[in-house]
């Protein structure tokens, strides 16, 4: 749905969406850490059983998308458990990271049509980004949000590849999507 609507309006630059569902495995271990294995209600507990991510190639790019009323027009929106991730200046460990993860469900109206019955009151996560923080939340994703607890020498390791990776979206990436930004402002 949302790529075959943002196709339809020629001024959202979108560059992919990707898609999954969550791995039984990964699913197992959420469940267990909120303390939801046995709930019959495991969306509670997770928000991410499946997943979309709109991948744009400029910030103002995403902002267009976001401001559309594709989301809001075709999706409920759980703004209890949507989380819009973004810089705060002067914060001592800032997070660095760029994303609009927004919490959602088919509208009635959609439910409503034989194909999309099935999803009935599933909720599942959108992320909006660029390109840019794309290629470092993958990169994040599989180092460290997948972190494992490791004690000693790996447990520095660790520690200094996370260091790293804030290093990376600070010093290279954070610049380089807002020159990528003034390119395109000037260009226009």
């Excluded at 991410?48 to 902002?63: I, M």
């Excluded at 049509?113 to 909720?123: K, P, S, T």
């Excluded at 180092?143 to 590849?161: D, E, R, S």
Aim: a negative charge; one cysteine or more; hydrophobic letters at 40%.
């Amino acid at each position: 749905i949302v790529n075959n609507v943002i196709r339809q309006q020629a001024e959202l630059r979108l560059q992919h969406i990707q898609h999954r569902a969550k791995e039984p495995s990964s699913l197992k271990k959420k469940l267990e850490r909120a303390g939801a294995v046995e709930s019959d209600d495991i969306g509670a507990a997770a928000k991410d059983l499946a997943g979309c991510r709109a991948v744009f190639y400029t910030n103002s790019d995403a902002a267009r998308f976001q401001s559309s009323g594709i989301i809001t027009d075709n999706f409920v929106v759980d703004w209890a458990r949507t989380k819009i991730h973004h810089p705060q200046p002067g914060a001592a460990d800032a997070n660095l990271f760029i994303s609009n993860n927004y919490v959602i469900r088919l509208k009635d109206e959609r439910v409503a049509l034989a194909e999309h019955a099935e999803f009935r009151d599933i909720w599942c996560e959108l992320q909006v980004q660029t390109t840019l923080n794309h290629a470092w939340s993958e990169m994040e994703h599989d180092t460290i949000y997948k972190m494992p607890t490791l004690n000693g020498f790996g447990g520095a390791l660790m520690q200094g590849i996370e260091t790293r990776m804030k290093k990376i979206m600070r010093d290279y990436l954070l610049p380089a999507g807002y020159e990528f930004q003034k390119v395109v402002d000037d260009f226009e």
